[in-house]
């Protein structure tokens, strides 16, 4: 018959043996992927129709001038819109009610044709619309 001392040594022997298992292996983890951003790409100024009457206007530190333009419905205009200040946020134009919005790079003329088909007052001005460029004015 073994006495306790035998048994308790015994018993510790098992346990100093045993092999200290190690923790579970997790499958790796992906380096956390950034999301790409693909900025919007630019959009071209719609083609001037033959025979359309042209509009010099120009981004300066006033806003857009002229700021009121008389048009005609159904006329094809071309408005060429030269940004010649950096101060402002005219750094492109947008018309109400359409899809035009154009950039306007410094310094460079930008055509943007438009066709109004209907009478009224449309909006046009800076792509945050914080600052209102002007009316067109289609009678």
């Known amino acids: 018959m073994r006495t306790p001392i035998a048994l308790a040594l015994a018993t510790v022997g098992l346990f100093?043996?045993?092999?200290?298992?190690s923790p579970p292996t997790l499958p790796p983890v992906a380096?956390?992927?950034?999301?790409?951003?693909v900025a919007p790409a630019p959009v071209e100024a719609p083609k001037a129709a033959?025979?359309?009457r042209t509009i010099a206007m120009e981004v300066t530190g006033e806003g857009f001038v002229p700021s009121n333009v008389t048009l005609k419905g159904g006329e094809p205009v071309v408005l060429v819109v030269t940004r010649k200040t950096d101060e402002?946020?005219?750094?492109?134009?947008?018309?109400d009610g359409t899809d035009?919005?154009?950039a306007l790079p410094l310094d460079k003329?930008?055509?943007v044709a438009w066709?109004?088909?209907?009478?009224?007052k449309v909006k046009?001005?800076?792509?945050?619309?914080m600052m209102v460029g002007g009316i067109l004015l289609v009678e």
């Open 16 to 21: 100093a043996c045993k092999k200290e298992e």
């Open 31 to 37: 380096a956390p992927v950034k999301p790409v951003v």
């Open 50 to 52: 033959a025979g359309a």
């Open 88 to 95: 402002t946020c005219a750094t492109e134009i947008l018309i």
């Open 100 to 102: 035009i919005k154009v």
């Open 109 to 111: 003329p930008v055509e």
């Open 115 to 120: 066709t109004p088909a209907k009478a009224g």
């Open 124 to 129: 046009f001005g800076c792509g945050m619309n």
